[in-house]
């Protein structure tokens, strides 16, 4: 009887010491790990929700970038090698979907559990000393002399990379492509003149626009920006193959303690309702989404299914959807 009570009493305090662990995470500072490079969106965007949601947990929240590899897939791993314990978490985008078929690993991405902040919609852009004034140039030239027009679209499998595809195809001409450790790298590129033009999205290009420093020639969108053409307007064929869009954000292993993803979404939501993440948007250009848990994981689902296939019939994959599980869309 005293052996029994004894084993009763050791598994409840086994059971609460459990509990109480889950309870109070996060006990130390955690770190996120944005795949793309400093200055870039998902770097940005990373970066201004991290400090919002240290505000509703009792640690801090650390940035860093580790990037490389096909579609961020440096950052992915490095990550994916620590502990499911929630204390390291991966800034990505949807960009980072095509890892897999770009040869970078060998997972699905529902290896990751999602929040989406949200995302800016695509546009081509020179500089003012540039020779390309109007899109209409651009694409004229590009014709005239295939792969003599030098395109940074930050890295192979990006969002930004797979709308340059997009567009070569849409738009019958063809790009050399200069590929960048994340947006702010290409936008560096850009004006120093080591690239004729750069594709990213508005919000990332729009301090710079804002400047002077770059010349918006056209969105990648059907809906013009504010005193920018929509490349739908000029070039309609382009419609079979754009527009794609951004979600970007953060996520942690999918096989976290759900108590890990409580404690983030919980932080994660009221985050996304601070008066400053909206006046961030606003500022920056970005429409906000919020998504988290199952919603954004069928989100990036869909993402990962449409990319891969979408590069696969453009030829840019370096492996089969089919043979990794991607279901054609």
């Not at 662990?21 to 500072?29: G, L």
């Amino acid at each position: 009887m005293h052996y029994i009570l004894m084993t009763c009493v050791v598994s409840a305090h086994i059971l609460l010491g459990s509990l109480a662990h889950a309870q109070t995470y996060p006990t130390r500072n955690i770190t996120t790990v944005v795949v793309w490079g400093e200055g870039g969106g998902t770097d940005s965007i990373n970066r201004m929700i991290m400090e919002e949601m240290e505000k509703f947990l009792p640690v801090s929240i650390d940035v860093t970038n580790v990037t490389g590899g096909a579609a961020g897939s440096n950052g992915m791993q490095f990550v994916f090698e620590k502990p499911a314990d929630g204390y390291t978490l991966v800034g990505l985008s949807e960009s980072n979907v095509t890892a897999a078929v770009l040869g970078g690993w060998n997972r699905r991405f529902d290896v990751w559990h999602p929040f989406i902040v949200g995302g800016s919609p695509d546009l081509v852009s020179s500089t003012p000393a540039s020779e390309y004034l109007t899109f209409e140039a651009l694409i004229a030239d590009a014709r005239a002399n295939p792969r003599k027009i030098r395109v940074a679209a930050s890295g192979a499998g990006s969002i930004h990379h797979l709308n340059m595809l997009a567009l070569e195809k849409g738009a019958n001409v063809e790009f050399t492509f200069v590929p960048h450790n994340g947006s702010g790298p290409s936008h560096e590129s850009a004006l120093n003149g080591d690239v004729d033009v750069v594709i990213t999205s508005l919000a990332e290009q729009w301090d710079l626009i804002d400047r002077g420093q770059l010349y918006p020639l056209a969105m990648l969108t059907p809906e013009p920006g504010s005193e920018i053409p929509s490349a739908f307007d000029i070039y309609p064929e382009i419609a079979e193959f754009l527009p794609l869009k951004q979600a970007i954000g953060f996520a942690v292993r999918s096989d976290a303690p759900a108590s890990v993803k409580a404690q983030l979404t919980s932080a994660f939501r009221q985050a996304m309702q601070a008066p400053a993440v909206k006046q961030w948007a606003l500022i920056n250009a970005y429409d906000l989404s919020g998504e988290s848990g199952p919603q954004a994981s069928a989100k990036f689902a869909k993402l990962e299914q449409t990319f891969a296939w979408t590069l696969d019939a453009l030829g840019a994959t370096k492996v089969s959807p089919t043979a990794i599980g991607i279901p054609r869309p």
